[in-house]
């Protein structure tokens, strides 16, 4: 019997961990590896890779206060937005999709550090990304001190949680990574960035050798504001 075939041609790989754990580092690191191996690399993040989400972002995370249900929402919309418009129509055109954080980060936050019930949480961000799992996420893993040490003075609203949110966020990540060791890669935050990317470097050159090859043109980026 023949091994199951990816439902899309592409790849599709996720960075998740808490704040401060150097996510937007090893995603820079891994497009430019795929970049000079000659795939078409789509880079993007949660919340913010597409016009909407952007909005979103600054709402949520730059604005006044909104409500812990209505927070897993908007997130779960953007979730949608990105992946309709701009995820799976890149890995149906067998490109290497390279998200900073996704469904797993809501999950996490909205689920297990704000308490509103992992389960509900799960259910609401399947739905809305119709079921488009990565094929690998990494988990950079961060102590909630070294996170904090390293974002420096400038919080956004759920940076600025207390330690014991950023625990339950961290313990999460831990726990769905233990329960699917095929599909996540758990790597401590506080080793060397060389040594991080050559991890990842590493198991994603396993599941692209696993995959038949696909003629590119061009790598392609989300248009993310810094």
Request: hydrophobic fraction near 45%; aromatic fraction near 6%; avoid cysteine.
């Amino acid at each position: 019997m023949t091994a199951a075939q990816p439902a899309h041609r592409g790849l599709f790989v996720a960075f998740e961990g808490g704040d401060g754990a150097g996510k937007s580092t090893q995603v820079a690191f891994l497009r430019d590896w795929l970049t000079d191996q000659g795939y078409a690399v789509l880079v993007t993040r949660q919340p913010g890779g597409t016009e909407l989400g952007r909005q979103i972002r600054e709402l949520v995370l730059h604005g006044d206060h909104v409500s812990p249900r209505a927070e897993a929402l908007l997130f779960a919309a953007d979730k949608a937005h990105h992946v309709d418009t701009l995820v799976r129509p890149a890995l149906e055109r067998g490109e290497v999709v390279v998200t900073d954080r996704y469904a797993d980060s809501s999950i996490a936050y909205q689920g297990a550090g704000r308490d509103l019930g992992v389960a509900e949480i799960t259910s609401l961000q399947h739905w809305a990304v119709g079921g488009l799992l990565p094929d690998l996420t990494v988990v950079l893993d961060v102590t909630p001190q070294l996170g904090r040490d390293r974002r420096g003075l400038v919080h956004d609203r759920l940076e600025r949680e207390q330690d014991a949110f950023h625990a339950r966020v961290r313990q999460h990540f831990l726990d769905i990574a233990a329960a699917d060791p095929q599909r996540y890669l758990v790597l401590d935050a506080g080793e060397r960035r060389t040594v991080l990317r050559a991890a990842v470097r590493e198991r994603v050159a396993a599941l692209l050798a696993d995959r038949a090859p696909v003629q590119v043109l061009a790598p392609s980026r989300a248009p993310v504001q810094p």
